[in-house]
């Protein structure tokens, strides 16, 4: 039989759930889709400045 790796935390009995398959595609090309698009840019830009001003100097 298998341990219960999740008993330290409490959980005495593991239930099984079924994977949920994703419905919805993604799509970029709309306007909300660009949006997406420009605002995870402006946040990978903020959060990761330096490294980019150091690839910039490569």
């Known amino acids: 039989m298998k341990e ?3 008993a330290k ?3 005495t009995e593991p239930v099984q759930r079924p994977k949920i ?3 919805k ?3 970029l090309d709309t306007p909300e889709g660009k ?3 420009l605002s995870e840019t ?3 830009m903020q959060i990761h400045k330096n490294t980019f001003k150091r690839l910039a100097c490569l």
Do not use: A, C, S
């Open 9 to 11: 935390y409490g959980v």
């Open 35 to 37: 949006l997406i698009v």
């Open 4 to 6: 219960n790796l999740l």
């Open 21 to 23: 398959q994703p419905v």
């Open 42 to 44: 402006k946040r990978m």
């Open 25 to 27: 595609q993604l799509d």
